[in-house]
């Protein structure tokens, strides 16, 4: 997606921590959503940031810093089932006044033992 | 509570065939939203509904592209005729309303020979 950048792939041993960084385009920006997509598999939802700061849900937390148009997903703990595709999506303001999700292209995760 | 609907899973046609997709939303959820999803990419939108309104349909090739939301529950996303290119994952997705996360379908593989 246009606008959203995110490394093309990662790599990280089991039971390690790893960070998935996005960048993102501030003009109009109003979220951002972090999903989780296993291979052939539809996309799940896993995180929600409006706010600046980082916020913890389990294994899993994520950062924004909305003036710095930059987001990050932290991964503990790191489980074999973790090995997946991470997109990173931004809601923005469209010129018809709603709001528009807008995806990254994923950041392919390989958890190795 | 059953998840989003999409049918069919799998499709396989030949160019300039017409091909249809369907979705059922969450109950309740007046925003649904096509996708289409390139292999290593993320989803990309097509169109946004609101209840039964078209909104957010800047990106869907409108030549051959065609999608409608009688009643604000079901949708269907139908092309005509299809072109090798379209050959990808089209992704239904329903949330409560503009902005809030999105709940995926698992999605329909399309395949034009």
């Known amino acids: 997606g246009q606008n959203i950048d995110q490394p093309t792939e990662m790599t990280a041993t089991e039971g390690a921590i790893v960070q998935i960084n996005c960048t993102y385009q501030t003009s109009g920006f109003n979220g951002l959503f972090w999903y989780q997509q296993h291979a052939g598999e539809a996309p799940t939802f896993l995180s929600y940031?409006?706010?600046?700061g980082l916020e913890e849900k389990g294994r899993f937390s994520s950062f924004l810093s909305r003036s710095k148009g930059y987001s990050y997903l932290l991964l503990k703990e790191l489980q074999m089932k973790d090995s997946a595709s991470y997109l990173c999506?931004?809601?923005?303001?469209?010129?018809?006044?709603?709001?528009?999700?807008?995806f990254g292209r994923g950041t392919s995760l390989i958890v190795h033992p | 509570e059953a998840g989003v609907v999409q049918s069919p899973r799998y499709k396989i046609i030949e160019k300039k065939q017409p091909v249809a997709f369907w979705c059922n939303p969450i109950s309740g959820h007046n925003t649904l939203y096509w996708y289409r999803q390139n292999l290593g990419q993320g989803p990309e939108l097509l169109i946004r509904?609101?209840?039964?309104?078209?909104?957010?349909d800047s990106q869907l090739p409108k030549d051959r592209f065609s999608a409608e939301r009688l009643k604000g529950v079901d949708s269907t996303l139908k092309i005509q005729p299809a072109e090798l290119g379209d050959s990808a994952v089209y992704l239904c997705?329903?949330?409560?309303?503009?902005?809030?996360?999105?709940?995926f379908g698992p999605g329909t593989r399309l395949t034009v020979t």
């Open positions: 940031n409006v706010l600046d």
């Open positions: 509904y609101e209840n039964e309104e078209a909104v957010d």
């Open positions: 999506a931004s809601s923005q303001l469209a010129s018809g006044g709603s709001y528009i999700p807008t």
């Open positions: 997705a329903s949330s409560p309303g503009e902005g809030w996360e999105q709940y």
